[in-house]
């Protein structure tokens, strides 16, 4: 149990066009939804926390007009990156958490979406 | 506030050897949540193993087991008999027991190497 995906796992885009990824909790109602960036050889650096159905919480020094956040059911966040540059390039990976059922307590972390801006 | 720190950028360990990865943080909570997870090259993070503070006792699962020393702040992975597939980056992670505070706070990493 306990299994989070997301899509697509690979995007490449041209700069100043908007890419979104999406993250579902697969067997379970997820609480609060998180998406991280990571640079690589780095560590995970969160971007934001998301509640179903209300606006999501940005971690200090994140654009959030850049970087639109969505959490329109307890199943689905999404992530849009708007006007995309190349320094946007990165992996960026979503978790869920839920109060409740096979994901209480603890955060499970979809498999991750490499962005790569030309 | 918070933080996580892991001094050992990078480990090796000869395969079926024991190996210890370090794990420090700082808080001034009573209780809260440490984990260990495992990214392997495919990048999906991977729970190895979690501690409760208010648990005196260490936790353990199957080859991964943990020295967690409450007063020191010290949060140490210890895998025995090391396996090649155990080569990954390794991160701690703190999180407070507070309610409406999930985040996790990260360590930036031991990269394991399991030599043949």
């Known amino acids: 149990g306990a299994v989070v995906s997301q899509h697509p796992s690979r995007v490449i885009c041209k700069s100043g066009t908007s890419v979104k990824i999406e993250c579902r909790s697969l067997?379970?109602?997820?609480?609060?939804m998180f998406w991280y960036r990571q640079f690589p050889k780095q560590s995970l650096m969160l971007m934001a926390t998301s509640n179903e159905g209300s606006k999501a919480t940005y971690e200090q020094g994140v654009e959030k007009d850049k970087f639109l956040i969505n959490h329109a059911s307890l199943t689905l966040s999404t992530l849009t990156v708007t006007s995309a540059h190349p320094e946007d390039s990165s992996f960026y990976i979503c978790?869920?958490?839920?109060?409740?059922?096979?994901?209480?307590?603890?955060?499970?972390f979809g498999p991750g979406t490499r962005l790569t801006v030309l | 506030a918070q933080t996580v720190t892991q001094s050992q950028p990078e480990m090796s360990v000869q395969e079926a050897e024991t190996v210890t990865l370090s794990c420090t943080y700082d808080t001034s909570e009573s209780d809260y949540y440490l984990f260990w997870y495992k990214q392997p090259p495919s990048r999906q993070m991977i729970l190895v193993i979690r501690?409760?503070?208010?648990?005196?006792q260490n936790a353990t699962e199957n080859r991964f087991s943990v020295n967690f020393q409450k007063a020191a702040k010290s949060f140490s992975l210890k895998i025995s008999d090391s396996q090649l597939g155990d080569a990954a980056m390794y991160f701690c992670a703190y999180r407070r027991v507070a309610s409406g505070t999930y985040k996790y706070i990260f360590g930036t990493g031991t990269r394991l190497k399991v030599l043949a």
């Open positions: 978790s869920a958490y839920s109060l409740a059922g096979a994901a209480y307590n603890e955060q499970f």
């Open positions: 501690q409760e503070a208010y648990k005196q």
């Open positions: 067997d379970f109602q997820a609480t609060t």
